[in-house]
């Protein structure tokens, strides 16, 4: 379903503490919204980000993916042509973003998952936190990387420009590709292996 704002979303999203959504707001216009799907015999999601900032938190205690978005632009008209499509196929929940090349548009998400979730992104621009997950894999085209607290492996297949900053990981920490950026890292349980 492509969700678009309410105003039982934005009382959900205004009763999140202000920290745990992303802060880089530098438009004009801004709505938010809410939308949840139950994580019942998956645990696995996969999320297409077109541009904004995105967070994903793993929260003991749920069973269900809940997505917290605040769309972005210049143009008040060209909130309604922001949003994303959210559902379950082939064993996992999807996260797609759709967001036009114009006036300054964006959506930024934040997206709470159960804590024994494998994570996997596609970032075009835009700064990607993931934390509290059990394993992440990332192809990333601009902005900042930071992962921390993952039970198992992070991958980072490919990062065009951007630091990637990881700590606190159980297993190895691969970066494949890396274009410009620093790469900092420190407590990882298992191998190493960056550009």
Not at 43 to 50: A, I, P, R
């Amino acid at each position: 379903m492509k969700c678009m704002p309410g105003l039982i979303a934005m009382a959900a999203v205004a009763a999140l503490g202000a920290c745990d959504l992303p802060s880089d707001l530098d438009c004009e216009e801004s709505r938010s919204s809410f939308d949840e799907l139950s994580a019942s015999d998956i645990n696995s999601l996969f999320v297409d980000d077109q541009d904004g900032e995105l967070r994903v938190v793993g929260r003991a205690g749920i069973n269900s993916v809940r997505v917290h978005a605040t769309a972005c632009s210049n143009d008040r008209r060209t909130l309604d042509d922001i949003g994303f499509d959210f559902f379950r196929a082939n064993g996992e929940i999807n996260v797609i973003s759709d967001v036009p090349g114009y006036d300054n548009a964006k959506l930024d998400l934040l997206i709470e998952v159960p804590l024994d979730f494998d994570v996997a992104v596609y970032d075009t621009h835009g700064n990607v936190d993931i934390e509290d997950v059990f394993s992440v894999w990332i192809a990333d085209g601009s902005g900042h990387i930071e992962v921390t607290e993952v039970v198992t492996d992070v991958i980072v297949d490919e990062d065009g420009s951007g630091d990637i900053d990881v700590r606190d990981i159980g297993g190895d920490f691969y970066v494949r590709y890396d274009g410009s950026g620093r790469i900092t890292y420190r407590n990882i349980g298992g191998a190493v292996d960056i550009p």
